[in-house]
């Protein structure tokens, strides 16, 4: 499976309106709500902050990879924005978000969500792609990076 099996470009948002953690999550779940729009919005909003609560998903260096699982969901699906100012997500590094992947899987795949999610932090641990990432403007550019740089599991 490659990232963009998942990711789709009217799932990313190049600049992120959102200052709070709340308020970036429920963006990047309207931008899912585009392809699933039978997904329950306020349950996967109680799953991902149950999830916050847990720790952050801010894994530093300016990155978030929100995830949960939802029971009636039949496939991995993924969004992502971009916020040029940062968000404080109470990132581990204590530093603010400017790259978000949403993940969400069915509740019933374990595996795949796990190498979903390794994926996502290998492709964004790499410097030259968070700074591509963060100088590109659009949605056909933002999709072009992560196309480039995606490879098989």
Do not use: Y
């Not at 585009?34 to 998903?57: A, F, I, Y």
Request: with cysteine.
């Amino acid at each position: 499976m490659k990232i963009l099996d998942i990711l789709t470009q009217e799932s990313i948002i190049p600049e992120l309106k959102g200052r709070t953690k709340r308020q970036v999550l429920e963006e990047l779940i309207d931008a899912l709500l585009q392809h699933k729009p039978q997904m329950d919005r306020e349950r996967l909003m109680g799953v991902l902050l149950d999830r916050e609560r847990l720790g952050s998903t801010g894994i530093g260096d300016g990155i978030a990879i929100p995830h949960g699982k939802l029971k009636d969901l039949d496939q991995l699906i993924l969004s992502f924005g971009r916020s040029t100012q940062g968000v404080d997500f109470e990132s581990m590094d204590g530093k603010p978000v400017h790259l978000f992947f949403l993940l969400v899987a069915p509740e019933s795949c374990a595996g795949i969500h796990l190498r979903a999610l390794a994926k996502i932090a290998r492709l964004l641990k790499n410097n030259s792609v968070r700074k591509q990432l963060g100088n590109v403007t659009g949605k056909d550019e933002i999709f072009a990076v992560i196309r480039q740089e995606d490879e098989d599991f």
